[in-house]
């Protein structure tokens, strides 16, 4: 049997909302992709649930049709996205991406009903992770308390994959996806007491716009990662212009300016930054969380920070499992806009695989954890 397709990509680019759209997704979308990059091997596929497509899904005769699904088609769950509880693609998301967070019972709910259909849809002996919200959006959390309860139902969700685990034979992660402004960061302190049961899921474009070095992480910890770029520029008249076409009403993206590597200003939005921007030093350097495919390099002054995925990050994160995740393909600014959604989902994963897949030392193709 051939090896799998060394990555997945993440299918939060596509509505999610309900059952009905996941299986439209799959259908169209997932399958044209594996014909362009996959055609004669088994396709690693990163899902996207909802909650209430993660409850149609609970169906047992809808489980059992996905996996005669993935078996006719030669793909695979290789993991889940669990992190927008509710619809992804809509007018306006910002903030509401993080609600309910993990104060909240349902959030908790949600998470276990994601872990149990993760664990019926792999192999048993197998192992694969699911993405969640770092705890919440900062300025949502006002006490001491919602730090503390938050931090109770993740020890109840830990224990819950526990137990799955242990019944099912098939070892059921959590993977934190840290973002800018959100109450957890990565590797947070905080959370250590809750053991091995806790990963962390390494956003690269997230991690960009926060300037965090990608030099010596603590790759142990990191159970999973999400291959993506952000958009960077100087502080310049012209950069700041022809970043204004990419704010936009659906998503959020923070954005931070730094000196020397040194953060000196942080908003919550594209749209306030470039109100400000204007009074900070034209040397300093503009990052903002918005997902540009890997394949763009940049226009104009506007670059992307994929240059940070080096040879020796990939060094580190061939061993660890690796999805491609940008999900804005439809709001990018028209003049960058694909003619076609899945051969622009193609073309990263093959930028992605050109750089992960290759192992100098053994001169073999490499595939993702978990995926082999």
């Not at 799955?164 to 990565?186: D, F, K, M, N, V």
């Not at 999400?226 to 923070?254: G, K, M, W």
């Amino acid at each position: 049997m051939k090896r799998p397709y060394p990555i997945p990509y993440c299918l939060n680019v596509h509505p999610a909302s309900d059952w009905t759209a996941v299986r439209r997704a799959l259908a169209t979308h997932a399958l044209a992709v594996k014909k362009l990059v996959a055609p004669d091997r088994p396709f690693p596929l990163s899902l996207h649930l909802g909650y209430r497509a993660a409850l149609e899904l609970a169906s047992p005769r809808r489980l059992s049709a996905l996996r005669g699904w993935l078996d006719d088609h030669d793909c695979f769950v290789a993991g889940v996205n669990a992190f927008p509880f509710g619809a992804f693609h809509v007018a306006s998301v910002k903030v509401a991406v993080y609600r309910p967070d993990w104060r909240s019972p349902d959030r908790l709910a949600y998470t276990l009903l994601v872990a149990r259909l993760l664990a019926a849809l792999i192999p048993e002996g197998a192992a694969a992770t699911f993405t969640t919200v770092p705890g919440g959006w900062r300025p949502d959390w006002k006490t001491a308390a919602d730090a503390s309860q938050a931090r109770k139902n993740l020890a109840r969700a830990v224990h819950g994959c526990r137990d799955i685990s242990q019944s099912t034979g098939r070892r059921i992660g959590i993977a934190i996806e840290p973002e800018p402004g959100c109450a957890w960061e990565l590797f947070d302190p905080r959370l250590d007491a809750l053991g091995p049961g806790v990963g962390w899921c390494l956003d690269t474009c997230h991690a960009a716009v926060d300037f965090r070095s990608l030099d010596q992480l603590d790759w142990k910890r990191i159970a999973r990662v999400q291959l993506s770029a952000a958009i960077e520029c100087d502080n310049t008249p012209a950069a700041r212009a022809a970043l204004a076409p990419f704010a936009e009403p659906v998503y959020l993206h923070q954005t931070r300016a730094a000196v020397d590597g040194e953060v000196i200003g942080t908003w919550p939005d594209l749209a306030p930054a470039l109100q400000a921007l204007p009074k900070l030093p034209a040397r300093a350097v503009v990052r903002t969380h918005y997902h540009v495919p890997l394949t763009w390099a940049g226009t104009g002054p506007l670059r992307s920070t994929r240059a940070n995925l080096s040879p020796a990050f990939f060094r580190h994160a061939r061993k660890t499992f690796c999805e491609v995740e940008t999900y804005t393909h439809s709001i990018v600014p028209r003049a960058l806009r694909p003619r076609s959604l899945d051969r622009a989902i193609a073309g990263e994963l093959e930028w992605a695989a050109a750089r992960y897949g290759f192992s100098s030392s053994t001169k073999r193709k490499t595939v993702s954890p978990g995926l082999a």
